[in-house]
């Protein structure tokens, strides 16, 4: 499904609410079992819309101590 910013907000406010179940702008409805659900579901959503402001990343190095 391709996700908005529209669906993102309505989104976040159900999570700022208590709500767990969130009807979106196409008419579609989810029913969440838990905020950890909500919040895995608005992770995946923000990569999707705006994928340049995703989670940076890490690079690890190593050495030999020379």
Request: net charge neutral; no cysteine; glycine share 8%.
């Amino acid at each position: 499904m391709a996700w908005s910013q529209t669906d993102i907000d309505t989104l976040k406010a159900a999570i700022g609410s208590g709500i767990l179940h969130v009807s979106f702008a196409d008419g579609k409805s989810i029913s969440y079992k838990s905020n950890a659900d909500q919040l895995q579901a608005l992770a995946l959503m923000e990569r999707e819309v705006n994928p340049t402001t995703s989670v940076p990343y890490r690079v690890a190095g190593t050495s030999k101590g020379v």
